[in-house]
């Protein structure tokens, strides 16, 4: 029977995997405030616990190389893992259940079955612009500098290998400027392949680091000296294919694992919303600040006719200030005079609307380079020459969101001499490396729900076709995510930010586990678990995120019902949307036609199973 462990580096307390198979194990114990629980720890035996603060958790894989003898060996991290079994995709999971351990093959008994067929178990090798969204660069060696290391930092380390490991020189140059890297230093490989490994990889760290000193080099999402162990692993996986063809090696994909378990209780949610709704009927309207009337911007078209209606119906269940309320839709050709008559007799007496049809301007050269976006996205920021003159502040939200607190709070936030306020975007920290590098600020936010000083922003900036046009042709090569990057270029020593509760992405309630359809939504630990906790409880605003819109069939956000809720105040649902706004989600494939019902996963029946009993 294959002897297999593999060892995970902890560096805080989070939900730990331990069992036949995994074993936790705290790196940089020696200079840790506290030792973890349920942990092993990297100070004991043969170790370098005490480099922590300049290797990172290089202390824990250096612990393991020595001080372990198992037939195979594997060293992860506490939030990224390697399936173990045959099949899947990259996605995450939030915490951990019998379920997921069984479905990834994490016990001994699930790691035998795989590893019988192989010498080495790894991630597949990414093109590196899909590690880092950067177009301009593509390969390893680009990608380390744009973290933060040096060019001369990547000759230094040829030159070692070149000195100590010849044989392996080519194989490092064929790395760095080839196209593709295998990610994070994950792995599971025989022990005489890890030994190797180990070797190689700590006498290069060794020699670099009497050459070169590199104590607080970081980068964006890598420290450098993890970084040069992934380069270096995979410099020695290269090799190891090259001299040795029959070596089996295995890819597998990667899971992210949310180490914070929050609670979250749907029916209050909803039931929150209810009872906030009944308050409005019968309070009495708030004090609006800053011109005494709230000013609105929407931009969409006839296919999110339907979604418009949703965000519209929620601000207003939601504020008993109507009469205090105009909104402006900002749309071209793909809004037909049948789409805006409709809207004027839904909405007729309730609330006051001004359609302005956008002719032909400058944003309608900038690229549309990603997914579900259109031309629409871009009419935020020509909405200055749109809307009145005399307007000096607007809200804007994107057609995918429900309000669900009172918008007049939002209307009335202290910009405190800031020209827009947002909230963190759940990727910001990679959009904002992204833009500045090593010039990065920490206030890359969402342009799905803004608030906007028009004054303010002429007085300081003047023309603003001039200034977003700046933006974008000045940084094109970095610019991914459109709009929302030309907003954060234009206003970024000029940004306020809103709680959480503003613009609450998909990604907080839902995670990619093993039995759910559609790309995980990402996201980066850039708000406190108490902030996550409230937001996800208390929303103020929903942003239906990603490819998690509540009127898909395989939507599984968890909130959607709130989305059916408002847009029946407009249209008739079909028995699909009732379907739908039940909390269900269906999904049609392989065969199979899956109902689930609050996250209950029920077969209602398969192709299969209608031939064995017909």
Excluded at 179 to 200: D, H, I, T
Excluded at 202 to 207: G, H, I, K, P
Excluded at 506 to 511: D, E, Q
Aim: aromatic share 12%; glycine share 6%; with cysteine.
């Amino acid at each position: 029977m294959i002897d297999a462990r593999i060892y995970v580096s902890h560096t805080k307390a989070c939900p730990v995997l331990g069992n036949d198979l995994f074993v936790p194990l705290q790196a940089g114990r020696q200079q840790a405030d506290e030792a973890l629980p349920d942990m092993v720890g990297d100070d004991t035996g043969d170790h370098i616990s005490d480099r922590y603060s300049q290797w990172g958790e290089l202390t824990s894989l250096y612990w393991v190389w020595k001080n372990t003898q198992h037939e195979y060996v594997g060293w992860m991290r506490a939030a990224r893992l390697l399936s173990l079994v045959k099949g899947g995709e990259d996605g995450a999971l939030e915490g951990f259940s019998q379920r997921s351990i069984r479905h990834y093959g994490w016990t001994l008994a699930g790691a035998r079955s795989l590893l019988k067929h192989y010498d080495i178990v790894v991630p597949r090798a990414y093109d590196v612009q899909e590690i880092t969204v950067l177009q301009e660069v593509e390969t390893p060696h680009a990608l380390y500098v744009r973290e933060g290391g040096t060019a001369q930092e990547i000759a230094l380390l040829l030159r070692i290998i070149e000195e100590l490991y010849p044989e392996k020189y080519i194989h490092a140059l064929e790395f760095f400027y080839g196209y593709s890297m295998r990610p994070w230093n994950l792995f599971v490989m025989k022990q005489e392949l890890f030994q190797s490994y180990g070797a190689f990889l700590f006498s290069v760290l060794e020699a670099f680091k009497s050459r070169h000193d590199m104590e607080g080099h970081i980068g964006c999402q890598r420290h450098n000296w993890t970084f040069l162990a992934e380069c270096l692993l995979n410099i020695d996986i290269i090799y190891r294919l090259a001299v040795e063809p029959s070596l089996k090696l295995r890819e597998q994909p990667i899971l992210f694992v949310d180490g914070n378990d929050l609670s979250f209780d749907r029916r209050k949610v909803l039931s929150q919303q209810a009872a906030h709704a009944r308050a409005i009927k019968t309070a009495s309207p708030k004090e609006v600040e800053y011109g005494g009337h709230v000013h609105i911007v929407l931009s969409f078209n006839d296919r999110y006719l339907k979604p418009a209606c949703a965000t519209i119906n929620s601000i207003l269940t939601h504020t008993a200030n109507k009469n205090d309320i105009t909104f402006y839709v900002l749309h071209d050709e793909g809004l037909s005079q049948s789409t805006i008559h409709r809207m004027e007799d839904i909405y007729e007496g309730e609330v006051h609307f001004y359609f302005i049809k956008v002719e032909d301007n400058f944003v309608h050269k900038f690229p549309l380079n990603r997914k579900h976006i259109n031309v629409n996205a871009y009419y935020r920021l020509i909405l200055q020459n749109m809307i009145p003159h005399h307007i000096d502040r607007i809200i804007y939200l994107d057609t995918d969101t429900i309000i669900c607190g009172n918008i007049i709070d939002l209307w009335n936030f202290n910009l405190n001499n800031n020209i827009i306020a947002g909230v963190l975007d759940e990727s910001g920290i990679v959009c904002s490396w992204r833009l500045w590098g090593a010039h990065m600020n920490d206030r890359y936010i969402n342009s799905g729900v803004l608030l906007l000083d028009l004054k303010q922003a002429r007085e300081k900036y003047g023309n603003l076709d001039f200034l977003y046009a700046r933006s974008f042709y000045e940084n094109d090569v970095n610019i991914t995510m459109q709009d929302q990057d030309i907003l954060n270029i234009a206003y970024k020593d000029d940004i306020a930010l809103l709680p959480l509760n503003w613009n609450v992405p998909s990604s907080a309630y839902y995670r990619k586990s093993a039995h759910s359809d559609g790309d995980y939504e990402g996201r980066e630990n850039v708000f406190s678990d108490q902030e996550r906790q409230d937001a996800v409880n208390h929303p103020k605003i929903i942003h239906f995120t990603g490819k998690q819109k509540p009127w898909k069939f395989n939507s599984m956000h968890p909130l959607k019902a709130l989305f059916w809720s408002h847009l029946r105040r407009s249209v008739r649902l079909s028995l699909r949307e009732y379907l739908l706004s039940l909390n269900n989600a269906i999904t049609i494939k392989k065969g199979e036609v899956i109902l689930r019902r609050n996250r209950d996963f029920t077969t209602l029946f398969s192709i299969e199973n209608l031939k064995r009993n017909s």
